[in-house]
């Protein structure tokens, strides 16, 4: 078990694990129990005192829920409230397009969920807390690391009870893509572009039961509407940069966005009382060049910060963590600098490719958004060629996508 030492002379408290993980994220918290599941001894340290606040992603994906499975938790994931989703359904210019069908993986798994991050995030804690080697602190924000002879040796935390020192075999920077880890150790990631902006909010159901639906594009712009247990989840995309625009023109004009897009929501965005009742999600598409340094290893999106596109996040922050243990537990075991180096460098060659191969979609995706055609991708009524594509091509995409969007372009197992 980790120990904790107290000085009082500076009331700066001192703690020993051989992995510490700046990060109470899914890469951060699935990490950990996977390697107390291995007999390491681990330190999670999140900044917020729970769970409890709107995430980017919802969404769980089958290559998730394989791993769910594996580690025993399923009863206890489904018996959190979700939606889950066979058909990822989009209604483009009005017409409602059955774009990809998960049906078609391989069982059990033939469907995302939809479950709000913070059940997630719990869920994984406590079984995380399940073994004795594991613990998770909260309401404690990583300021910077510690090294000694150019190697990463530990973190400085700030905590309602005075600063925190965990000295560590291994730093994880699970942190972000706010990362005060990846900063400290003079990595930055190479940015990619994305022109456009989510604005976040939330709307009660329509009276009319309405289908789940995840996009909608038309000619006013797009907005996303991921249906969680009592009540719609929303986005609206705007150009990068304009949410100033937005705020100038209005509520009222903010609520016609939304309902030229989708109609259906005309009869409760008057529940939106005010601007303030949006939270601007500044997208970002970046990756790390180099995911380590001696000491320390950076994963999710401390390492790589996914778009919203294909609401794929917390399934690549997943992987990352369960490559990562997997690689990591027996050089841990082990012991010895130049083995936990090796392997850090290990999971980067796994799972940087597959990362990059993702995002370069989404960011041909967040370019045809950016094309201004919006709702006339698709004409209504179709064209002759757009009604040949929907019957004959269509069909044929839908199991790639489904492969693509359920699992990656490299799934892990536990």
């Not at 994880?172 to 976040?200: F, I, Q």
Request: aromatic residues 4%.
């Amino acid at each position: 078990m980790a120990t904790t030492q107290q000085t009082s002379a500076d009331e700066t408290r001192t703690q020993r694990a051989q992995v510490c993980i700046a990060g109470g994220g899914p890469a951060g918290v699935m990490l950990g129990l996977l390697l107390a599941r291995a007999g390491i001894e681990v330190v999670v340290l999140e900044k917020h005192a729970d769970f409890f606040r709107d995430f980017r992603g919802d969404t769980v994906h089958p290559s998730t829920l394989n791993i769910i499975d594996a580690l025993g938790l399923r009863s206890e994931f489904d018996a959190i409230p979700h939606t889950p989703l066979p058909r990822l359904d989009a209604v483009i210019n009005g017409i409602r397009i059955h774009a990809i069908d998960l049906s078609t993986l391989p069982p059990p798994n033939r469907m995302i969920t939809l479950m709000p991050q913070w059940d997630l995030l719990q869920l994984l804690a406590r079984a995380g807390e399940r073994h004795p080697s594991f613990r998770l602190r909260m309401n404690a924000d990583v300021t910077g690391v510690i090294e000694r002879g150019g190697r990463v040796v530990g973190v400085r935390a700030d905590t309602p009870d005075g600063e925190l020192v965990v000295e560590a075999d291994l730093v994880v920077a699970a942190d972000g893509r706010s990362s005060t880890v990846r900063p400290s150790v003079g990595l930055t990631p190479r940015e990619y572009g994305v022109p456009s902006d989510v604005l976040w909010f939330r709307l009660p159901r329509p009276t009319e039961k309405m289908p789940d639906t995840l996009l909608w594009a038309g000619v006013g712009g797009f907005v996303i509407t991921i249906p969680r247990p009592d009540y719609l989840q929303c986005g609206l995309l705007i150009p990068h940069g304009t949410f100033p625009q937005v705020q100038g023109e209005g509520l009222e004009a903010f609520r016609q966005r939304i309902t030229r897009v989708v109609p259906r929501l005309t009869e409760v965005v008057g529940v939106l009382a005010s601007l303030d009742d949006v939270k601007l999600l500044s997208v970002q598409i970046d990756r790390l060049d180099r995911w380590w340094r001696p000491g320390m290893l950076a994963i999710g999106d401390a390492a790589h910060a996914m778009s919203p596109v294909f609401g794929v996040g917390i399934n690549y922050a997943v992987q990352d963590a369960v490559a990562a243990a997997r690689v990591l537990a027996p050089a841990l075991s082990r012991g010895g600098a130049d083995a936990l180096d090796a392997a850090c460098a290990a999971v980067q060659r796994r799972r940087e490719r597959p990362t990059a191969m993702m995002q370069a979609i989404q960011r041909a995706a967040h370019r045809l958004i950016a094309s201004g055609r919006r709702g006339r991708i698709i004409d209504n009524p179709p064209t002759r060629v757009q009604r040949a594509v929907l019957r004959l091509v269509l069909p044929t995409l839908r199991p790639l996508m489904a492969r693509l969007i359920g699992y990656g372009f490299r799934p892990e197992r536990v």
